[in-house]
């Protein structure tokens, strides 16, 4: 039974967090993986490329996705150098997906900065996406699995999928959270998933863990989007880099809104298909979104939405070796939960 929100621990001053507490482990792959995305993302002839990329890669972004590609690896003692590959390729898509969405949701900042498409524009943005879709498949062919091509060329189909999806359901108050969990395993899980599972590939692991760490990606990336979405409506805009109620603005059907609407009398469905469906939005509209959405406990039954994922998480890790590495990817699961408390 997934334990109360309040049991979910939360970073403090006094240690480091699990996330920190990884990268200080892996920061020598770390560091590799960040020469490969330099190395990769230059171009002799179209000097627009490593200018747009460098933007959103130097930005100061987690990395969490090739992480998770390095530890996984680390798992079963990989020594090799095709982990770091793989890592860059994770990050490479990972990084054409944001800018591509940053133009398809005609954002205004991403990581605290503003986005590529606003300093430069929009077809900028989509090409240098493209380049770096191209740059990724050039990575993950040289480790020479096709397994391992196949994992990573499936998610980022899967990707693509999600995102068209959460385009048409957007604005949509019939989007049930059915519907809302196919766009966020899509756009989101899918990646984690193919991240934590190529990693375990690479270094051969036993099959029952390679599926483990698959799983373990999926529930883990299902979780994460869902405290994003989350984050979108707690006030936290300075430490997330984007401004609080992006999602609101643009319409999306996120969790919180499609369980405040579902919970909504007649004159609060109104006012969403005011805002959310016709898009007509005035001042103060925001701060009725949540006060509706806390009426009807929409927040922190996402939260335990999230946590539940979370928990699930954890438990697919059960399969494999206790260690360091794996006590930490562990607590990483709770974590991206903590950051909502």
Known sequence: MPRSLS????????????YDRMRAALADDMARVDATLRERMASRHAPRIPEVTAHLVEAGGKRLRPLLTLAAARLFGYEGENHVRLAATVEFIHTATLLHDDVVDESARR??????????????????G???????????????????????????????????????ATARLSTSEDVYLQIVRGKTAALFAAATEVGALIASAPEPHVAALR?????????????????????????????????????????????????????????????IEKGDQVPG???????????????EGARATALSHSERARAALTALPDSPMKRDLDELADYVVARLV
């Open 111 to 128: 990581r605290g900065r503003p986005t590529a498409n606003l300093l430069w524009d929009n077809k900028s943005s989509v090409l240098v």
């Open 7 to 18: 049991s979910v621990p939360v970073e403090v001053e006094s240690g480091p967090s699990p």
């Open 130 to 168: 493209d380049y770096l879709f191209a740059r990724a498949f050039q990575l993950m062919v040289e480790p020479g699995s096709m397994r391992i091509l196949g994992v990573l060329a499936d998610a980022a189909a899967t990707i693509a999928e999600g995102e068209v999806l959460q385009l048409t």
């Open 215 to 275: 799983d373990y990606g999926d529930a883990l990336g299902i979780s994460f989007q869902i405290a994003d979405d989350l984050l979108d409506y707690g006030g936290l805009g300075a430490r997330i880099g984007k401004n609080v109620g992006d999602d609101f603005r643009e319409r999306k059907m996120s969790l919180p809104v499609i369980r405040a609407v579902a919970a909504a009398d007649p004159e609060e469905r109104a006012f969403w298909l005011r805002t």
């Open 285 to 299: 509209d925001l701060d009725q979104a949540l006060a509706l959405m806390a009426r009807h406990g929409a927040l």
